[in-house]
């Protein structure tokens, strides 16, 4: 996300770090990280979110992604080619899953599908996106879930959301 797009669709609480920032700037909650799977959770809260590497280095809220993807998916961001692009997208091998150029597709249980894109990093964890009729939510969560169930609850959480 470029530093223009978040003034122009005013994006409050959303900025990229510089290399080696470790502290989050605004309020938030803490992260935690197990490594082991099966270890103690440890506190990620203050982490280089550089350490992602090509994930973006971004901090932001859910408020903030909703804004965003509203915008990006209603045309405010691109032109309507380049959108299009984006939005095709091939079978990741994750039941339901579409990958496109920055964008995923996944199927809601009320039907249609929302589009988003998630992240994670040691101690954080997001999914969500939009509707194709502007309905959006995201789920943030404070660790990264380390089994299928509880990854599940994510999905399903922004799938309650967005179909309630």
């Not at 309020?27 to 099966?38: E, F, L, S, T």
């Not at 964890?125 to 943030?140: I, K, Q």
Request: charged share 20%; aromatic share 6%; with cysteine.
């Amino acid at each position: 996300m470029d530093r223009r797009i978040i003034k122009r669709i005013g994006l409050r609480h959303t900025y990229f770090p510089a290399p080696g920032e470790k502290t989050i700037r605004e309020p938030h909650p803490q992260g935690y990280h197990r490594n082991p799977a099966d270890g103690p959770l440890r506190d990620f809260t203050e982490l280089d979110p550089s350490a992602g590497w090509a994930a973006g280095q971004l901090i932001s809220t859910n408020s903030d992604l909703n804004r965003f993807f509203t915008a990006l998916l209603a045309g405010h961001l691109l032109p309507a080619a380049q959108l299009a692009e984006m939005r095709t997208t091939v079978p990741t091998g994750h039941p339901g899953l579409s990958y496109g150029l920055g964008l995923t597709s996944r199927p809601l249980s009320c039907g249609g599908v929302y589009w988003g894109h998630g992240g994670d990093i040691p101690g954080y964890e997001t999914r969500g996106g939009v509707t194709d009729d502007g309905r959006a939510a995201n789920v943030a969560v404070t660790t990264i879930p380390t089994d299928a169930a509880a990854t599940q609850h994510v999905k399903d959480a922004v799938d309650a959301a967005l179909c309630g």
